[in-house]
């Protein structure tokens, strides 16, 4: 009689292992245990190994070196060899090495009970003969007579094998009895948690089909017109959006004024002859510097002769300009305008001064201009981010028809002012920013019925969208405006200036994918329930399908949903 080996993988559950060992066609079967004995571990497992094996008219031999494997046998009753070539025995398990029933039932381990498969219930846990040899042709145990052995226990040894043994499997009955409690209510919450889950996770299927697609070029010249909207015969509304900004731009003054006091003082005046009248007219000189009366006076007469015997007078006069250089100390001769003849007249300093002169920073024109250029070039790029930025995500904007407006210009200080703060100065101003713009969706929309016009009798399935740059407009054109300047074609010179917009022109273009129809709403009805294989079979009998693939979820689901709404079908083309 033959024998047929099995070999055991790591991850084979134990009604595998006992399908495949009813299968054997041989009476005697090998079982091959992995190293680290997996679903083998357990006596439990052995013991429905062997019970299987046997109502099936065979015998089984586990092949296993691992140490434990010797007390799992042997509690199980289960012949065990370490190879292939080495007889099998039954290993015989002293009562002290049983403890292991209880140490695998505090575990958890589900361990053959006294009488759960067969027989008494004690034999089934210790045997309490000794090793058994199997011969591994027949099948047949090996007794003591054809080993020729004599070693026989005795009848003592066996009475006190049994006291102990029963001992211990009154421990075992109690732990069993609280493990299958404990185990009840462990088992009851994770099938409530598992039918809770089920229940709430409704199942999702997404079906994907790939089919033959041709590209078709959609292409049409538009209109756009201030407030007038007709899609469907490509003219549709412009509507101007607006950004007001208040901006301000820090520069520093570069201009230059003086600034400062004029000196005064006395002078005396000593002269001879006639009188004379001066007027604020005339004005004294010293060191080539004015200087003029207050107010006019009159000279008195005087003899020529004696000098000590001429007129005097004391009067207040003024510098001619602001400065210290104007400063005179007392004195210092002076010349009067009007007489230059010394010997007629002498003019003296009694001091004059006072006179102070400064540089200050002040605001000019020019600054202001120059700023308000700088602002020109930074914040109208600005303005415009922000005003596209500001548009609805439906609104598409018409670059060419930017325009801002400034209002009025606030300077601080005022041109001409003294600066203070370190020579810096502010400009502030309100800018408003306007562009025209229209309607993405209709413009997609009107892109659409081009497409389906054009493909006649095939389904449309993709079209390019502004979104993903795939729909465009070229040669776009001002037609019509309110104010703003327009320039000849050779004029120098001329920077045109858009003003409000009121009709324009351009050519819209794009791509569609079409192909056959599959009608999604028939495909859904015709695959509810299925299992995976048998809808991607149904499927692909619908015209123009080449390939499915279907995806459900969650993972354990086997079936497509119920409700048709949880079915999504993506058609997608063969690239």
Same mark, same amino acid.
């Given at each position: +009689?033959?024998?047929?080996?099995?070999?055991?993988?790591?991850?084979?559950?134990?009604?595998?292992?006992?399908?495949?060992?009813?299968?054997?066609?041989?009476?005697?079967?090998?079982?091959?245990? &992995?190293?680290?004995?997996?679903?083998?571990?357990?006596? $439990?497992?052995?013991?429905?190994?062997?019970?299987?094996?046997?109502?099936?008219?065979?015998?089984?031999?586990?092949?296993?070196?691992?140490?434990? +494997?010797?007390?799992?046998?042997?509690?199980?009753?289960?012949?065990? #060899? =370490?190879?292939?070539?080495?007889? =099998?025995? @039954?290993?015989?398990?002293?009562?002290?090495?049983?403890?292991?029933?209880?140490?695998?039932?505090?575990?958890?381990?589900?361990?053959?009970?006294?009488?759960?498969?067969?027989?008494?219930?004690?034999?089934?846990?210790?045997?309490?003969?000794?090793?058994?040899?199997?011969d591994m042709e027949s099948g047949e145990e090996i007794t003591s007579k054809d080993k020729d052995?004599?070693? @026989?226990?005795?009848?003592?040894?066996?009475?006190?094998?049994?006291?102990?043994?029963n001992a211990l499997t009154s421990k075992v009955d109690k732990v069993w009895q609280k493990a299958?409690?404990?185990?009840?209510?462990?088992?009851?919450?994770?099938? @409530?948690?598992?039918?809770?889950?089920?229940?709430?996770?409704?199942?999702?299927?997404?079906?994907?089909?790939?089919?033959?697609?041709?590209?078709?070029?959609?292409?049409?010249?538009?209109?756009?017109?201030?407030?007038?909207?007709?899609? &469907?015969?490509?003219?549709?509304?412009?509507?101007?959006?607006?950004?007001?900004?208040?901006?301000?731009?820090?520069?520093?003054?570069?201009?230059?004024?003086?600034?400062?006091?004029?000196?005064?003082?006395?002078?005396?005046?000593?002269?001879?002859? =006639?009188?004379?009248?001066?007027?604020?007219?005339?004005?004294?000189?010293?060191?080539?510097?004015?200087?003029?009366?207050?107010? *006019?006076?009159?000279?008195?007469?005087?003899?020529?002769?004696?000098?000590?015997?001429?007129?005097?007078?004391?009067?207040?006069?003024?510098?001619?300009?602001?400065?210290?250089?104007?400063?005179?100390?007392?004195?210092?001769? +002076?010349?009067?305008?009007?007489?230059?003849?010394?010997?007629?007249?002498?003019?003296?300093?009694?001091?004059?001064?006072?006179?102070?002169?400064?540089?200050?920073?002040?605001?000019?024109?020019?600054?202001?201009?120059?700023?308000?250029?700088?602002?020109?070039?930074?914040?109208?790029?600005?303005?415009?981010?922000?005003?596209? #930025?500001?548009?609805?995500?439906?609104?598409?904007?018409?670059?060419?028809?930017?325009?801002?407006?400034?209002?009025?210009?606030?300077?601080?200080?005022?041109?001409?002012?003294?600066?203070?703060?370190?020579?810096?100065?502010?400009?502030?101003?309100?800018?408003?920013?306007?562009? +025209?713009?229209?309607?993405?969706?209709? $413009?997609?929309?009107?892109?659409?019925?081009?497409?389906?016009?054009?493909?006649?009798?095939?389904?449309?399935?993709?079209?390019?969208?502004?979104?993903?740059?795939?729909?465009?407009?070229?040669? @776009?054109?001002?037609?019509?405006?309110?104010?703003?300047?327009?320039?000849? &074609?050779?004029?120098?010179?001329?920077?045109?200036?858009?003003?409000?917009?009121?009709? $324009?022109?351009?050519?819209?273009?794009?791509?569609?994918?079409v192909g056959d129809e599959i009608p999604e709403d028939e495909v859904r009805a015709a695959i509810?329930? $299925?299992?995976?294989?048998? *809808?991607?079979?149904?499927?692909?009998?619908?015209?123009?399908?080449?390939?499915?693939?279907?995806?459900?979820? =969650?993972?354990?689901?086997?079936?497509?949903?119920?409700?048709?709404?949880?079915?999504?079908?993506?058609?997608?083309?063969?690239?």
């Open positions: +009689m033959g024998k047929e080996i099995i070999h055991i993988e790591v991850d084979e559950d134990i009604a595998g292992i006992i399908g495949r060992v009813m299968a054997a066609k041989e009476k005697v079967v090998a079982v091959v245990a &992995p190293k680290n004995l997996g679903a083998l571990r357990s006596a $439990m497992n052995l013991k429905l190994l062997k019970k299987a094996a046997k109502n099936s008219g065979k015998v089984t031999v586990v092949i296993s070196d691992n140490p434990a +494997m010797k007390n799992l046998a042997g509690v199980a009753g289960v012949a065990l #060899a =370490p190879n292939l070539e080495t007889k =099998p025995t @039954i290993p015989e398990v002293s009562v002290a090495e049983g403890q292991i029933v209880v140490e695998e039932l505090r575990s958890g381990e589900p361990l053959t009970i006294a009488g759960d498969l067969d027989g008494d219930g004690q034999d089934d846990i210790l045997p309490k003969s000794p090793a058994k040899e199997i052995t004599d070693g @026989i226990a005795s009848e003592a040894d066996q009475a006190n094998k049994k006291r102990k043994f299958l409690i404990i185990g009840a209510f462990g088992v009851g919450a994770m099938a @409530i948690g598992v039918a809770v889950m089920v229940i709430a996770v409704r199942p999702q299927a997404v079906v994907n089909i790939t089919t033959q697609m041709d590209n078709i070029d959609v292409r049409r010249d538009v209109r756009f017109q201030l407030n007038n909207n007709d899609v &469907p015969g490509g003219l549709f509304a412009l509507q101007e959006r607006n950004l007001e900004a208040e901006q301000v731009e820090e520069f520093e003054a570069t201009g230059e004024r003086e600034e400062g006091t004029r000196a005064s003082g006395q002078i005396t005046i000593r002269h001879c002859g =006639p009188a004379s009248q001066l007027t604020t007219d005339n004005f004294f000189e010293a060191n080539g510097r004015r200087y003029r009366l207050g107010a *006019a006076v009159t000279l008195p007469g005087a003899p020529c002769g004696n000098e000590n015997n001429w007129g005097t007078t004391t009067v207040v006069v003024t510098a001619a300009e602001i400065g210290d250089e104007f400063n005179l100390a007392s004195g210092q001769s +002076m010349i009067l305008s009007t007489d230059r003849e010394s010997y007629q007249t002498r003019v003296t300093s009694n001091g004059i001064s006072g006179g102070t002169r400064q540089i200050i920073r002040i605001v000019s024109e020019e600054d202001v201009r120059n700023a308000l250029a700088q602002m020109d070039g930074t914040s109208v790029e600005e303005g415009r981010s922000r005003l596209i #930025a500001s548009l609805e995500d439906d609104r598409y904007a018409f670059s060419l028809t930017f325009r801002h407006e400034s209002g009025a210009v606030e300077v601080t200080p005022r041109v001409g002012e003294p600066v203070g703060n370190g020579g810096r100065a502010t400009v502030r101003r309100t800018q408003t920013f306007r562009i +025209m713009t229209t309607s993405r969706t209709d $413009m997609e929309r009107f892109a659409m019925q081009l497409a389906e016009q054009t493909a006649g009798e095939q389904t449309v399935y993709d079209i390019g969208s502004f979104t993903d740059g795939r729909l465009f407009l070229e040669r @776009i054109e001002i037609t019509q405006q309110t104010g703003g300047t327009t320039c000849e &074609p050779d004029a120098e010179d001329c920077v045109p200036t858009p003003g409000q917009v009121r009709e $324009m022109t351009a050519s819209m273009k794009t791509i569609a994918r509810v329930q $299925m299992a995976v294989g048998d *809808a991607q079979r149904e499927v692909s009998g619908f015209p123009g399908v080449q390939r499915v693939s279907i995806n459900l979820t =969650p993972f354990w689901v086997r079936r497509l949903p119920r409700d048709q709404s949880r079915i999504e079908i993506n058609i997608r083309a063969d690239d």
